[in-house]
């Protein structure tokens, strides 16, 4: 463009110093094209030097916006694991601070026991011993609340046996309920290795309000009617004509000896919230540098 508009302007030049030339007017039109078209030419290439399509090279896409739900989500998730373990914590200590409060006698109504777990009730009657039922094996729990580990042979009695479930007939109403005596050894399952501790008089005790359980993943059938793995309450009373009533007898330093020894109260709770929550705000973090490496910086790996 520039190189036509420098020969008309040339030509033009020329026309005007050839000797008898009176006609200016087709010089001033010429002058004036080339310099539009000089100016449209200076034009084009003022544009076509700007880079085309940086901003939106720089924009973040929908897929981008899409990705920041992963570290925003694990964050999230983080924080309701540190509300988790803030309930989880306070309602230890409230179990705890139950198990230490001085008992109650056991209500008339026994259904208000279900809203009662972990706490202490005083209560009179019979055992059944005819009825009674094993659930196990399960681990001994000292007075000092130490569980013992049993599995060497030093130790195979002394550390491994089963809970002794026991009908307890009330001696103020016609109902039974379910009394965890406490642990044995394996050998004294039988009744006549313990017979001193087969108490057939009416006793008066303290225990723990419990509630049942549902069966434990992978956790095969009960062996037979006497030898629970569990408390399932729905068998042990359907066998036993007991109300769905547990109680777990307290610790007795004054017990018979052989006797089933009490206080085998587990407080089944687990806090694993602390190790939850590190890791769901340690992923968030991470997401979160990987997110703004790729898709805000376009850092590439």
């Known amino acids: 463009m520039l190189r036509l508009s420098a020969q008309i302007c040339k030509q033009s030049l020329a026309m005007q110093r050839l000797p008898g030339s009176t006609n200016r007017i087709p010089t001033i039109r010429l002058q004036l094209v080339t310099r539009k078209m000089t100016q449209q030419s200076q034009k084009i290439e003022w544009t076509t030097s700007i880079p085309i399509g940086n901003k939106d090279k720089d924009k973040i896409t929908a897929l981008g916006w899409f990705l920041l739900l992963i570290p925003a989500t694990t964050f999230g998730l983080g924080v309701w694991q540190v509300k988790r373990k803030i309930w989880k914590e306070q309602l230890i200590k409230d179990l705890d601070k139950q198990l230490h409060m001085p008992p109650v006698n056991l209500p008339d109504d026994l259904s208000q026991l279900a809203q009662m777990e972990y706490r202490l009730v005083t209560l009179r009657g019979r055992f059944l011993h005819d009825k009674e039922m094993l659930m196990g094996p399960r681990s001994l729990i000292r007075p000092d609340g130490v569980e013992t580990q049993g599995g060497l042979f030093s130790q195979r009695d002394s550390g491994n046996g ?5 009908p307890f007939q009330l001696a103020d109403r016609d109902d ?3 009394i965890n005596r406490g642990w044995i050894s394996r050998k004294h399952v039988d009744q006549e290795t313990r ?8 006793v008066e005790l303290t225990a723990v309000v419990r509630s049942g359980e549902s069966r434990p993943q992978f956790t095969p059938d009960h062996k037979d009617g006497q030898v629970y793995l569990y408390r399932d309450l729905g068998r042990m009373c359907a066998s036993s004509g007991a109300a769905p009533i547990f109680l777990d007898a307290v610790y007795d330093a004054n017990a018979a000896p ?8 587990r407080v089944t709770l687990r806090n694993d919230h602390l190790s939850y929550l590190v890791t769901w705000f340690s992923l968030s973090a991470a997401t979160s540098y990987l997110w703004y490496r790729q898709i805000v910086r376009r850092i590439p790996f």
């Open 258 to 265: 052989n006797a089933p020894i009490g206080g085998q109260t």
């Open 195 to 202: 017979a001193s501790g087969q108490n057939r008089n009416e």
């Open 176 to 178: 039974i309920v379910l």
């Open 162 to 166: 089963y809970l002794v479930i026991t």
